[in-house]
């Protein structure tokens, strides 16, 4: 079923619609909010509150098409309330709680390789300026164009490429830069 067909039931108080656009869209919010306040409770919480305004505002939302962009939003601004009040501290997140890159049955030395790399991906990412880490986070949990990244950041869309553009860049480096270093 797509998005419009299940926010138009949504709106009618479907609730089976309701069940179904929320696990379409769960893994997306939970990890943007992960992004956002480091701790797996507090984006649990987070996402939770996430669902239960967009059920509240759903009308707000005119247009389907823009619908995953004004939900990445509303978990932006969620979390990002949620910091300014000051109850969650941001928190280290172990590597072992990271989202797992899916394989086919990798082979030891394989795993060991892409444990490596995330583990250097993630040190790396904890490096890189906050408005860098927020674009990578919004793009690549959330799953978006740069068009929804634009409108679910409300910048311009030439901002958001050239915002990819230098945050590829710095995390590059940063790889680079650790990569070098003993393990």
Known sequence: MNVEDLIARCRSGDDLAWEALVRRYQGRVFALAIHYLSDP???????????????????????????????????RNTCLDERRRGRRRPVEIPVDETIEIASDEPTPAEEYQQDRRR???????????????E??????????????????????????KSRLNRARAELTRRVLELDGEPR
Do not use: N
């Open 41 to 75: 409770e507090a984006a649990r919480d987070a996402a939770q509150e996430v669902f239960v305004k967009v059920y509240q505002r759903l009308d707000q939302c005119r247009d389907a098409d823009r619908f995953l962009p004004w939900l990445i939003r509303v978990t």
């Open 119 to 133: 583990r250097l991906v993630h040190r790396a990412l904890a490096m890189v300026t906050p408005r860098s880490r």
């Open 135 to 160: 674009i990578l986070a919004v793009k690549w949990f959330g799953g978006v164009t740069e068009r929804e990244a634009a409108d679910a950041l409300s910048i311009p869309l030439g901002t958001v």
